[in-house]
């Protein structure tokens, strides 16, 4: 059982939960149960959903709220995530590790995860990281470029091959790294594109979307997951 944590989404003043299919997808063809989470302040719901749980993916989505680690440029936020999310998703990411399960971080929820521990990140790349490479377009079309994985890291090890080609979508990237945060692959224009943790062997975090990428290496992640 993979649990995938929620997309909050507003439609005609309704609040709807829910995920996109490509996630969905993934976890069932690497062979695993994927159910979809509620967006819960309770602990209890929290540590049940984790513990019947093999791993964690967490999704990508809207912008960090700027407020949650005082950016320098909140004028440039498209889409903002909303607090309830960044809250839940802080306290899945940290029952997980405190019940040692896996955990896949996807685009935003590597920026996420980047901001809980206490990093920044670049509000807009276009604007503000120099010498950008093409990373795509949030909600819009993906970009395909190069990823340079360090070998003594566990994607690589899971993957088997210290350069890569993903597929990104996204305008914001990490800036100062978070507490405990251990980069693990650099794009070629030096944007970090994936870390994990200090100290704990469960955690890949990744810029890109393996979930569009339909590459072997991408299901090699999901089979890590899901394993």
């Known amino acids: 059982m993979i649990a995938i944590s929620p997309y909050d989404l507003t439609v005609r003043s309704s609040t709807w939960t829910g995920v996109k299919n490509s996630y969905v997808k993934a976890v069932l063809n690497a062979g695993g149960s994927p159910f979809l989470l509620s967006q819960t302040c ?20 809207p912008d960090v709220p700027p407020e949650q680690y ?13 607090t309830e999310r960044f809250n839940f998703d802080s306290a899945l990411f940290d029952e997980a ?13 590597m920026q996420l995860i980047n901001v809980y ?16 490479i093409n990373h795509g377009v949030f ?9 340079k994985i360090n070998r003594d890291s566990r994607l690589y090890q899971i993957i088997k091959k210290d350069n890569i080609y993903v597929k990104s979508s996204h305008h914001q990237c990490i800036k100062e790294v978070g507490a405990g ?25 990744v810029q890109w ?4 990428t339909y590459s072997e290496e991408s299901k090699m992640l999901f089979e890590w997951l899901v394993k």
């Open 42 to 61: 309770s602990k209890k719901y929290i540590q049940e959903a984790v513990s019947m749980s093999r791993g964690i993916l967490m999704v990508g989505g």
């Open 70 to 82: 005082s950016s320098s440029n909140p004028n440039l936020i498209s889409h903002k995530m909303s």
């Open 97 to 109: 590790i405190k019940q040692n399960k896996k955990v896949l971080a996807i685009c935003a929820s």
């Open 117 to 132: 521990k206490g990093g920044t990140l670049y509000e807009d790349i276009n604007r503000l990281f120099k010498n950008n």
């Open 139 to 147: 909600r819009g079309q993906a970009s395909e470029h190069s990823v």
């Open 181 to 205: 945060i251990e980069i693990t692959g650099n794009s070629e224009d030096g944007m970090i594109e994936s870390f994990e943790l200090v100290g704990y062997e469960g955690l890949i975090a």
């Open 209 to 212: 979307h393996p979930e569009i």
